[in-house]
């Protein structure tokens, strides 16, 4: 942390608190932190950027905020099979942001810091003239050999996703004035999976080992799916009807069949998309009655460098708007 | 990483190359890294933000640019006593930035990787309206119960510090047109100093466990000193002429005795000021020779909450614009 107009302040009222359970941060007032690794484990280390006006709304709430920055890391972090330690938090925003800004943000970190086991060990607090952007680093432990990476899928692997696809990328647009045939009731729970997505951080770490490869779904189902395929050098047969949809969504979907198109591109759902062989379907219902999350297999991955998605009736379907190519 | 509009072509074709060294980085196609910290060491963790216009100008160049971001940070690890490893880099520019700057800037990062022994692992590339922001989190190594911090500084310890004190905090002056009394010769030689600080990565971990406090001076010398004393409870007794000082700086003072004032408050340096008992004068003179590096007892830590500076005639000075206080 070096000196900058009102840094000090700031970081020892606001963010000073939030490292007190890790003595090697000593209160965010050395140069560094100094932390331990647990014998036999790994570090895992993920970056992530929000941008105000990019990745976050300027009127959104800095509660909320704080939690979108949090669970996106935490996110890539259990999509590595790792457990959640430390971040590191790194600030640009406009001199004269208000006390009341940063101890809501700050409140917002706690909260998540109790709900997800994770403990700020430092960052850096800068002016800017441009708008807030917000970087975080996050730090987990992994046992050695454990992380599960995206290619490690082979040919014949079922295709796995956890919890419900698409109502965040819903969420978006109803938080953008969208959706107008919506319910109001409806589109207020579409808005919160999209402003809270819950990161998978109990489940990760339970797949490794037990799985061949994970990415979690921020850049939408099929797009991140396509990753996995690449570095594995595989394709992928998907069964449309098989993707868990929340019942809003199915509602959504009936009533406009073409918002299918956004539920298997659209992202920010922050749940875990991975790949198995067959002997993970037992380990499946296991895994579903302990942690209470629905685990859905969706597919196959096969030995051919595309993406094919089939409806029910074993027709190819096509996505319309292909956005997950066109990042 | 996490994907926006043209971000996979940037990392795949000037950030993956940087990293190729590290496996565990999987050459930024996945989540996050993974890394092994070597039994016996903890691993030491710090970020670092620059913005645009105000931790470095528009018109500087890239290589420049990445130089100061990695140095800023290479400091901080050298001030805990660690050794390099690995960094995360966050960039957040202006949609359409040109892919000279990014090769431009990618090749300063390769350099000061050669030379300072570390590697890319991870990061993430996103569009913003405002300036250019960049954000590194670097991670190092120190043996256990080696790291050095700000907070352990005893009464009656020598104050050191490395290499020459005030370049940098003149070099900026001469590098926004300032010092028009110093010839052009010089003036290069600061703008140079102020430029490409050389951090102190390999003194730094030679310290460990013979000093008992160490800073970066970044934020200026009587600053830096200030952030010791402060977290060690304590004050210092200063000799200003014992401060050393380039030729180039020497001769600034002479001409206008004021700007001792900035030299004792500026910052930029990235050289290491630290404490330790009398049994360090032995060791620096090792260490001077081994290292090639200048190590110059400027002071005394003593039981008493302030910092005093004394002239040759043992005659205490105050520093006139006493910038120290009012970051």
Known sequence: MNGKLGEF???????????????????????????????GFSMVVTTD?????????????????????LRVSLSDLAAMGSIPAYYNLSIATKSGTSSDWFKAFAEGLLADQMQFGITLIGGDTVATSGPLTLSLTAMGFVKKGN?????????????????????????????????????????KYLISRYTKPVPQT?????????????????????????HICEVSKLGA???????????????????????????????????????????FRVIAKSLTKMLDVNLTKIGAMVDRRSIEIFDKNGDKY????????HF
Request: glycine share 8%.
């Open 9 to 39: 302040e700031i970081i020892k009222t606001y963010f000073s608190p939030l490292s007190r359970s890790e003595k090697g941060a000593f209160n965010l007032t050395d140069d560094a932190a100094v932390i331990e690794i647990p014998d």
């Open 49 to 69: 950027t929000l941008v105000e006006g990019v990745h976050f709304l300027s009127e959104d709430l800095p509660e909320n905020i704080a939690a979108k920055l």
């Open 147 to 187: 992380a599960i990476s995206r290619g490690g899928a082979k040919s014949g692997d079922d295709i796995w996703v956890s919890g419900l696809i698409g109502d965040a990328a819903l969420g978006l647009r109803a938080a953008t004035g969208k959706l107008s045939f919506v319910s109001e009731k409806n589109k």
């Open 202 to 226: 109990l489940l990760g770490p339970k797949l490794s080992n037990h799985v061949n490869s994970a990415i979690d779904v921020s850049d939408g189902l099929i797009g991140d799916l396509d």
């Open 237 to 279: 047969d998907i069964q449309i009807d098989d993707i868990p949809l929340s019942r809003v969504a199915k509602s959504v979907v009936t009533e406009k069949p073409d918002y299918i198109d956004l539920i298997l591109s659209g992202g920010d759902d922050f749940e875990l998309l991975f790949t198995a062989d067959e002997s």
């Open 318 to 325: 096509f996505i319309q708007n292909n956005g997950y190519t």
